[in-house]
């Protein structure tokens, strides 16, 4: 009788030599190179991110308390950090400073988060009531500043006294908006991530059940392989949307009573989509049901070509990483306004499209690319079904041609007949 | 195309991975009929039956399908039992034989009920709603064949259909499958084990290395082989020793050979006038083992001549 440790080797050799010698293996082995890939691009958008982010306020005054105000600011931020204070912009004033101020706030480009105008002395700051805790506590802080170093410096002749600063309450501005879009935009970017994450790996061991237990020939002998696939894919993504609602319910339930819990009065920020609730809401289930569907037929391409669970285990690690260069390749759409290389790619790429095209629908309230970028997910979702259900064909069945669609690949042996 | 024809197929050319599985095969099989595809390990006939059926695609060749080029179009007029049985092991009886119903047109409902009278008929009754895995191999295999035949297809298309099954139930498949011939059902089927196909066809095909070596009705492939001679003498020597065939075998007393070309009229007079005192003599057909055998035996050593003819040119 073999010895513990003798049997042990015999087995220890099998798994070694079956998992090494099969194919699979390669894109274990290329794992890395996604994981150094994912970094640069992960560093690469986190520094555009942080270059794009924070509130701007512009200054309607004088060049010289302008530029009193943008030292005072990085006299500050070099204490703290550089998004800590809103960045500052000189506008020449108008006559109509109030008038300004409001047509200031209303444009889209920059967005500004509020303006400030008058003088040092008369600090006078124009704004929505809600930035008061925020970009105006912030500028407050600023002027006081200026004001502290005006004294110091004795170019002001007084002593120094905190002028407080005057608020002028307007509606609520552009900038402020847009950065609530961008929260929007995020958030809606990462639910589908982080759902299709969750579920769509599951696709990727779905035909290994009808593989082993044989049913797959049954199944081939009946109904076009493209039936089985979408099938598959309809199933789970009814099972997903099960989940979804379910934990959609709680999670609704819970905000609503979140709600209840607030002080009395207080006034909840404008979270809201650049496009809207009622058509972001439909277009959020429709870019899950996409990227989902898109991941799920390219994982179940590539699950049904291996040919066990050890094969099945090898591709999970790359395959997540594949789903997050995808959302990183996405996240580049933030703030973009459809231009740039990446973000342009990030639309168009299918597996990065509705990730890139949610986000897109939280920032801007164009309707017109998303029915553009539904139309043309739904034909990769298509085209993906078609190739992985002939990869399977040929490569698992053992079927058909050479087809210029369908490359000579295949992850394991499979049996013939 | 032959409406005559349930299954129909000319030139079909099947390689794996370099390696010819298939080489030429030429089936024609007649609406109605019992048809048999018969041949050794590995001879081809599952890669065979899974081209007709369009489970795979021929390198070369065409084939029709109960008139049909592409079979999936046929689909719901055919059941497919294949060799290598697979079930969802969680699903209820009724549920599993409904669902391959399902795939193949039959509404569900309307599945689940067939479902319920096959297997009560066939004395299943308590497991109608039992899981798959509760069941032994034989039965299980049962419930796959009652879920190739529950929509009530034209084609019955069975991959190896006696192996795994014990004696009774070999007898009721047979049984079966002549019923459903009987209801006008076309099947054709492939084994290796010869006497099915003699019980049970009309007609057959012998594949061997990937080519049909016969093609025919049953007594047609019997007749290929001479019949049979069986002779038991008093004398154990004489003149009449002679008038064998040099083929002649004696066992157990008894001399077999071949039936000589002349006939049984001159080797009987030579016996009887050599004083061999016949005590028995009988003319046998030979069977279609023995023919299965000379076919397949004759295609082996084609097939190991062939490398050498190849290097040879």
């Given at each position: 009788?073999m010895?513990?440790?003798?049997?042990?080797w015999?087995?220890?050799?099998?798994d070694?030599?079956?998992?090494?010698y099969?194919?699979s293996?390669?894109?274990f082995?290329?794992t890395?190179?996604?994981?150094?890939?994912?970094?640069?691009?992960?560093?690469?958008?986190?520094?555009?991110?942080?270059?794009?982010?924070?509130?701007?306020?512009?200054?309607?005054?004088?060049?010289?308390?302008g530029?009193?105000?943008m030292?005072?600011?990085d006299?500050?931020?070099?204490?703290t950090?550089?998004?800590?204070?809103p960045?500052?912009?000189?506008?020449?004033p108008?006559?109509?400073?109030?008038?300004?101020?409001?047509?200031?706030?209303a444009?889209?480009?920059?967005?500004?988060?509020?303006?400030?105008?008058?003088?040092?002395?008369?600090?006078?700051?124009?704004?929505?009531?809600?930035?008061?805790?925020?970009?105006?506590?912030?500028?407050?802080?600023?002027?006081?500043?200026?004001?502290?170093?005006?004294a110091?410096?004795?170019?002001?002749?007084?002593?120094?006294?905190?002028?407080?600063?005057?608020?002028?309450?307007?509606?609520?501005?552009?900038?402020?908006?847009?950065?609530?879009r961008?929260?929007?935009?995020?958030?809606?970017?990462f639910i589908?991530?982080?759902?299709t994450?969750?579920?769509?790996?599951?696709?990727?061991?779905?035909?290994?059940?009808?593989k082993s237990?044989?049913?797959?020939?049954?199944?081939?002998?009946?109904v076009?392989?493209?039936?089985?696939?979408?099938g598959k894919?309809?199933?789970?993504?009814?099972?997903?949307?099960?989940g979804?609602?379910?934990?959609g319910?709680?999670?609704?339930?819970?905000?609503?009573?979140?709600?209840?819990?607030?002080?009395?009065?207080?006034?909840l920020?404008?979270?809201?989509?650049?496009?809207?609730?009622?058509?972001?809401?439909?277009?959020?289930?429709?870019?899950y049901?996409?990227n989902?569907?898109?991941?799920?037929?390219?994982?179940?391409?590539?699950?049904?070509?291996?040919?066990?669970?050890?094969?099945?285990?090898?591709?999970?690690m790359p395959?997540t990483?594949?789903?997050?260069?995808?959302?990183?390749?996405?996240m580049?759409?933030?703030?973009s306004?459809?231009?740039?290389?990446?973000?342009?790619i990030?639309?168009?790429?299918?597996?990065?499209?509705?990730l890139?095209?949610?986000?897109?629908?939280g920032?801007?309230?164009e309707?017109?690319?998303?029915?553009?970028?539904?139309?043309w997910?739904?034909?990769?979702?298509?085209?993906?079904?078609?190739?992985?259900?002939?990869?399977f064909?040929?490569?698992v069945?053992?079927?058909?041609?050479?087809?210029?669609?369908?490359?000579?690949?295949?992850?394991?042996r499979?049996?013939?007949? | 195309m032959d409406?005559?024809?349930a299954?129909e197929?000319?030139?079909?050319?099947?390689?794996f991975?370099?390696?010819?599985?298939?080489?030429?095969?030429?089936?024609?099989v007649p609406t109605?009929?019992?048809?048999?595809i018969?041949?050794?390990?590995g001879?081809?006939?599952t890669?065979?039956?899974?081209?007709l059926?369009?489970?795979?695609?021929?390198?070369?060749g065409?084939?029709?399908?109960?008139?049909r080029e592409?079979?999936?179009?046929?689909a719901?007029?055919?059941?497919y039992?294949?060799?290598e049985?697979?079930?969802?092991?969680?699903?209820k009886c009724?549920?599993?034989?409904?669902?391959?119903?399902a795939?193949?047109g039959l509404?569900?409902?309307?599945?689940?009920k067939?479902?319920?009278?096959?297997?009560r008929?066939?004395?299943?009754?308590?497991?109608?709603?039992?899981?798959?895995?509760?069941?032994?191999?034989?039965?299980?295999?049962t419930i796959q064949?009652?879920g190739?035949?529950?929509?009530?297809?034209?084609?019955i298309?069975?991959d190896?259909?006696?192996?795994?099954l014990?004696?009774?139930?070999q007898?009721?498949?047979?049984?079966?499958?002549r019923?459903?011939?009987?209801?006008?059902?076309?099947?054709?089927f492939?084994?290796?084990?010869?006497?099915?196909?003699?019980?049970?066809c009309e007609?057959i095909a012998?594949?061997a290395?990937?080519?049909?070596?016969?093609?025919?009705?049953?007594?047609e492939?019997?007749?290929?082989l001479?019949?049979?001679v069986?002779?038991?003498?008093?004398?154990a020597?004489?003149?009449w020793?002679?008038a064998?065939?040099?083929?002649?075998a004696?066992?157990?007393?008894?001399?077999?050979?071949?039936?000589?070309?002349?006939g049984?009229?001159?080797?009987?007079?030579?016996l009887?006038d050599g004083?061999?005192?016949i005590?028995e003599?009988?003319?046998?057909?030979?069977?279609l083992?023995?023919?299965?055998?000379?076919?397949?035996?004759?295609?082996?050593?084609?097939?190991?001549?062939?490398?050498?003819?190849?290097?040879?040119?």
């Amino acid at each position: 009788m073999m010895s513990v440790m003798q049997a042990s080797w015999v087995i220890a050799r099998r798994d070694f030599m079956a998992t090494v010698y099969s194919r699979s293996f390669i894109f274990f082995m290329l794992t890395p190179l996604l994981v150094v890939g994912f970094s640069i691009l992960t560093a690469f958008v986190g520094s555009r991110a942080a270059s794009d982010q924070g509130p701007v306020v512009a200054m309607t005054v004088d060049t010289q308390t302008g530029a009193a105000l943008m030292k005072a600011r990085d006299h500050l931020a070099s204490r703290t950090n550089q998004r800590a204070f809103p960045r500052l912009t000189l506008v020449p004033p108008a006559e109509d400073l109030p008038a300004q101020a409001r047509a200031l706030i209303a444009e889209d480009e920059p967005g500004y988060s509020a303006v400030f105008s008058g003088t040092l002395d008369q600090p006078v700051l124009h704004g929505p009531q809600r930035i008061d805790e925020s970009v105006g506590g912030r500028m407050t802080l600023i002027i006081e500043q200026a004001q502290r170093e005006r004294a110091l410096s004795g170019t002001g002749g007084a002593p120094f006294r905190a002028a407080a600063v005057q608020r002028d309450i307007t509606t609520e501005a552009a900038g402020n908006l847009r950065d609530v879009r961008l929260g929007v935009a995020r958030f809606g970017q990462f639910i589908v991530f982080f759902f299709t994450l969750l579920l769509a790996t599951m696709l990727l061991s779905n035909l290994i059940e009808e593989k082993s237990n044989k049913v797959i020939e049954v199944l081939a002998a009946s109904v076009p392989l493209d039936s089985v696939f979408f099938g598959k894919l309809l199933a789970m993504l009814g099972v997903s949307l099960i989940g979804i609602a379910l934990w959609g319910g709680m999670f609704a339930l819970a905000t609503l009573f979140s709600i209840q819990l607030l002080p009395e009065g207080y006034e909840l920020p404008p979270i809201s989509p650049a496009i809207g609730w009622p058509i972001y809401s439909l277009l959020l289930p429709i870019y899950y049901t996409m990227n989902y569907m898109l991941m799920g037929a390219l994982f179940m391409g590539i699950g049904g070509q291996a040919n066990s669970v050890r094969e099945m285990q090898s591709l999970n690690m790359p395959v997540t990483f594949l789903q997050m260069g995808v959302l990183v390749l996405a996240m580049t759409v933030i703030g973009s306004s459809m231009s740039g290389l990446m973000p342009m790619i990030a639309y168009i790429f299918p597996f990065s499209s509705p990730l890139a095209m949610i986000a897109e629908a939280g920032q801007s309230a164009e309707l017109w690319p998303h029915l553009l970028a539904i139309a043309w997910q739904a034909f990769w979702v298509f085209l993906t079904i078609r190739i992985s259900a002939a990869l399977f064909r040929k490569t698992v069945l053992k079927s058909g041609g050479s087809s210029p669609l369908i490359p000579r690949f295949k992850l394991g042996r499979s049996k013939t007949a | 195309m032959d409406a005559a024809l349930a299954i129909e197929a000319s030139g079909l050319f099947k390689s794996f991975d370099g390696k010819e599985a298939v080489r030429g095969i030429d089936i024609a099989v007649p609406t109605g009929s019992i048809y048999g595809i018969l041949g050794p390990n590995g001879a081809g006939k599952t890669t065979t039956l899974r081209m007709l059926l369009g489970i795979i695609e021929p390198d070369r060749g065409r084939r029709t399908l109960l008139g049909r080029e592409r079979p999936l179009e046929a689909a719901t007029q055919v059941g497919y039992l294949p060799e290598e049985r697979g079930l969802y092991p969680a699903m209820k009886c009724r549920e599993a034989v409904a669902f391959m119903g399902a795939l193949r047109g039959l509404p569900i409902d309307v599945g689940r009920k067939r479902a319920e009278i096959l297997l009560r008929d066939n004395g299943l009754g308590d497991y109608v709603d039992k899981p798959i895995k509760s069941l032994s191999k034989g039965m299980a295999q049962t419930i796959q064949l009652f879920g190739t035949i529950v929509h009530q297809p034209k084609l019955i298309v069975l991959d190896e259909p006696f192996s795994g099954l014990d004696a009774i139930n070999q007898g009721r498949l047979e049984q079966m499958i002549r019923e459903e011939a009987a209801a006008g059902t076309t099947v054709i089927f492939s084994t290796h084990v010869i006497h099915h196909a003699e019980r049970l066809c009309e007609r057959i095909a012998i594949i061997a290395g990937g080519r049909v070596r016969f093609e025919g009705e049953v007594s047609e492939a019997r007749d290929r082989l001479p019949p049979q001679v069986r002779l038991r003498t008093r004398a154990a020597d004489g003149r009449w020793r002679t008038a064998l065939p040099h083929d002649a075998a004696m066992t157990d007393g008894i001399w077999h050979f071949q039936l000589p070309t002349g006939g049984i009229e001159p080797l009987l007079k030579a016996l009887i006038d050599g004083g061999a005192g016949i005590e028995e003599l009988s003319i046998e057909r030979r069977g279609l083992h023995d023919a299965f055998v000379q076919i397949a035996g004759e295609a082996a050593a084609q097939q190991m001549a062939e490398p050498e003819l190849e290097a040879a040119e």
